[in-house]
């Protein structure tokens, strides 16, 4: 079922569930880009990467015709300089051109050191930065920047939170590098579980990972409070470097000969990462992974070991793979989140008090308070409209204990409990 139909069909389901009390959704994306800029700074100290090799006016030019041919929300970018002039630069010189002028860029910090950092840039008309906060690590900060949507109905409280973190993780092969990485992302998990918030956030940059049983991405997709993991949009577990079964993940090199200060031997890692939270990826709190939208631009699973532009590359305009070609040896990865602009499911407030027990993992709990006797009908429906499970009680007034089974897997429900008089609750319900 396509995302338009499924949305439709809930918004049609919410309105037979609590008519009167449910505001028909409004819908609207944001684009995220991840990009490995590879030392957008005067000072990269790497001998063979200078104003000659790296110029920054050529990159500019490279950036600009990237940026408007994907036109992100947000970019969120490694190897930028780490001082604020080089973020104003790229700004005003790549993205607010041509006629824009709406697009902003996070804080810079650079506590860990180093003459390269991280930074976003985002379109204001649709998001505005609330915070940002740093990780320090042995090798550069971590960075997450929160940012609310600029909904309609804000001033009705409907806000919509997500945060978006950014590394550039400990490069090398090696137990000695991957201990370095699983340090720095333990640093990040522990942050995001300390704050007692899980909800809509991401992680994305350069994180330098080999395979999928490498400690780092087993500390990011296997956290022990799976209300804090993080998820792969594409899934693919494996040994990444240098195997052709993986050429369509690739992101580094878009380079196949030694060229000044690009890394050479062709497209055959998967260096670059766009990971989202298990909020985002079941679509528990109005933002939700657009499916099949994640990729690495100009990757058509066609480069193993070769260059982004040999052989010819149909997936993208020449000049778009030139500027890739010509900008960085990484390439960006793309991945769109669909953003339920008003609340999917309006909790109504009756006589009957429901609360149910978040997340769920393999008994619906919930506890039910009426002020009198009466039978009760509790219907459980998937996120498509689908009735899974229809239970009726006949209970007296005050307090009960409900419990179900819950066979049905990891995702969002519905709950709709109806008294016989026309009373009701509908709330949601996530699985993880």
Known sequence: MST?????????????????????QAHDTIRLMQYNLMYYTNSSGVSDCNSMTNNLN?????????????????LCVCEIGSQTQYAD?????????????????????????????NMIFYDSRKLTLYKSTNITTAYRDINGYTFYYNADNL?????????????HLKAGSGSTNEQYRLTQTQKLMNRIANSGLPGNYTFSGDFNIYSSDEPAYQELTEYSNSLYRFYDPVNSPGYWHNNGQFASLHTQSTHSQDADCFSSGGLDD??????????IYYGSDRIHLVDGSYHALGQDGMRFNGSILSPVNNSI?????????????????????????????????????????NPIREVLEMELQSVEAGRYTISLFSMDGRTLATYQEDLDAGVHKLRYSFPYGKGAYITHIQRENGQKSVKKLICF
């Open 270 to 279: 998967r260096f670059d990462f766009i990971l989202v939270s298990p909020y």
């Open 155 to 167: 001033a009705d409280g409907d806000t919509i939170f997500s945060t978006f973190w950014i590394a």
């Open 58 to 74: 050529n990159k500019d030019a490279h950036i600009k015709t990237i940026f408007q041919y994907v036109q992100p929300t947000v």
């Open 317 to 357: 305009p020449n000049s778009v793979a030139t500027a890739l070609y010509q900008q960085s040896d990484h390439l960006p990865v793309i991945v769109d989140l669909a953003i339920d602009a008003h609340v999917s499911v309006r909790e109504t407030k009756t006589d009957l008090f429901v609360r149910v027990t």
């Open 4 to 24: 338009r139909i499924h949305r439709i069909c809930i918004s049609f389901l919410l309105v037979f569930l609590s008519a009167g009390t449910i505001c028909l």
């Open 89 to 117: 630069r790229l700004l005003n010189n790549a993205i607010n051109v041509d006629g824009v002028d709406y697009y902003r860029r996070g804080p810079l910090t650079s506590q860990s050191g180093g003459t390269i950092a």
